[in-house]
């Protein structure tokens, strides 16, 4: 049965990381999910509320985390998960982070990436993703294209072993589209 890595820190948005873990469980695969440090995570919620041109957050669920990034083997993994909110913004930056993200397109294992995941993606893949196409959070376009990928207009788009989606509403679809390429 595969084993997914689930890569993200605080501040993630908080269906994006329960969604993909639960259903990982409850297809009998086992999931790490990943962080800078081994601690409770604080997720959030981002919602649209009429007025607002943007969305807003608002504290969720405490969730702990399994393993620090310095101890993570990618090779142990079958697939990569990169759940969206803000947590992509600062975990780019971690010096353990490239190496893992890497290691799943270098090896061509599955890479979920959903909503603002696009902003980890963009700092860290180093030209993997030149020529790709992707969708994302609209407002990541920016992201996509700077790491050299086509961004598509599309709740959920699969570009080989890559499967993105837009946002948190898009979970199942993009859900049902990982584990396809898992199991």
């Avoid at 990982?24 to 601690?39: H, Q, T, W």
């Avoid at 310095?70 to 969206?84: A, E, R, T």
């Amino acid at each position: 049965m595969a084993k997914i890595l689930i890569l993200t820190g605080d501040a993630v948005e908080a269906l994006e990381v329960f969604y993909p873990y639960y259903r990982f469980l409850e297809a009998g695969m086992e999931a790490d999910i990943a962080a800078p440090s081994v601690k409770t995570l604080y997720t959030v919620n981002h919602d649209f509320v009429e007025g607002y041109e943007t969305f807003i957050e608002k504290p969720s669920y405490q969730l702990k985390n399994h393993i620090a990034f310095n101890d993570v083997n990618p090779s142990d993994y079958d697939g990569l998960i990169i759940p969206g909110g803000r947590a992509p913004e600062y975990v780019r930056m971690n010096q353990y982070v490239p190496n893992i993200v890497n290691h799943f397109f270098d090896e061509n294992k599955p890479v979920g990436a959903i909503c603002h995941a696009a902003q980890l993606l963009s700092a860290v893949t180093d030209g993997r993703l030149k020529g790709r196409e992707m969708t994302a959070f609209t407002a990541c376009k920016p992201e996509v294209e700077a790491a050299g990928a086509h961004f598509v207009h599309q709740k959920v788009y699969v570009d080989d072993k890559l499967v993105t989606g837009h946002a948190w509403d898009d979970l199942p679809g993009f859900m049902r589209e990982f584990m396809r390429l898992v199991q």
